[in-house]
């Protein structure tokens, strides 16, 4: 996808963290391309949200400022509340990029944030999580994002599954492919824990449809979809939310469960069976 602004005089800090595991081993460059690219997209959202300013923001879970660098460079005059469980990257975006540091909990609902946020952005977190914690997370992002703010947060859908159904390597070659590919195909979200996470942990890779997502978006009438933007960051979606009180009547219901007391019919098993020998 073709860059959606010139970025090329912003003032970017280009100091990477010794420790910083994000930067893929003889690609640089790709570490810089996909916090810029994730700029691009927030700045995008500001355009379809009427918000040309973001003064407080939050980046979570913020790394070693792969993203936050970028969102310092262009809204230099806004608060950026810089969160991770990696209190070394936390530690980081402070000292490096002026972020005010908040060290995360593996349950969200246990931050101190109120609704003050004008602009959320979560990159590759949801991505990780099981039904349970995702749906949480949904919720403590909807609750800290103040009247007419805005969440960006990435996803992984068709793109991931269909490279994972083609035989793709390198993706995820540490889960039970086959289990996630067939639970994907039944209810729109699925989910496997890495083979090296433990049920205390409990991190792995999760995957949603465009259809799960709009369900689980009757949840709350408060919020309005923008976009879905596959492919937009990566292999991963984007997903842009404005925050409007009252907006919707929930006419559709609010299921509390996505995966639905209608599951569709299963389909031929016979390209599971294939692909992985089952």
């Known amino acids: 996808m073709k860059p959606l602004y010139d970025f090329s005089q912003l003032p970017v800090d280009r100091a990477v963290a010794p420790d910083d595991g994000m930067v893929a081993a003889g690609l640089p460059e790709q570490y810089f391309e996909l916090g810029r690219r994730a700029l691009e997209l927030v700045r995008f959202s500001g355009?379809?949200?009427?918000k040309?300013?973001?003064?407080?923001?939050?980046?979570?879970?913020?790394?070693?400022?792969?993203?936050?660098?970028?969102?310092?460079?262009h809204y230099g005059y806004a608060n950026i509340t810089a969160c991770d469980l990696d209190r070394s990257g936390v530690d980081f975006c402070a000292r490096q990029f002026g972020a005010t540091p908040v060290y995360s909990q593996p349950d969200l609902r246990a931050l101190p944030f109120t609704a003050q946020f004008d602009l959320v952005w979560v990159g590759s977190l949801v991505t990780h999580l099981n039904q349970e914690r995702w749906l949480a997370t949904l919720d403590s992002l909807v609750r800290w994002t103040k009247e007419d703010g805005v969440i960006v947060f990435s996803t992984q859908g068709r793109s991931v599954t269909s490279l994972l159904a083609r035989g793709r390597k390198n993706i995820a070659e540490n889960i039970d492919k086959a289990a996630l590919l067939d639970q994907f195909a039944h209810e729109g979200f699925a989910y496997q824990r890495y083979f090296e996470s433990n049920a205390q942990e409990d991190y792995g890779l999760a995957v949603t449809s465009p259809e799960w997502l709009m369900r689980t978006l009757q949840r709350y009438p408060d919020v309005i979809m923008r976009a879905y933007l596959e492919e937009a960051w990566g292999i991963q979606d984007i997903v842009i939310l404005y925050k409007k009180?009252?907006?919707?009547?929930?006419?559709?219901?609010?299921?509390?469960?996505?995966?639905g007391a209608r599951a569709p019919a299963k389909p031929a098993p016979g390209l599971l069976a294939r692909l992985f020998g089952r």
Do not use: K, Q, S, T
């Open 47 to 50: 355009e379809l949200c009427d």
């Open 52 to 73: 040309p300013h973001y003064p407080e923001i939050l980046d979570l879970p913020c790394g070693h400022g792969r993203v936050l660098r970028w969102l310092r460079a």
């Open 245 to 259: 009180a009252g907006h919707f009547e929930p006419v559709l219901g609010v299921p509390e469960r996505n995966a």
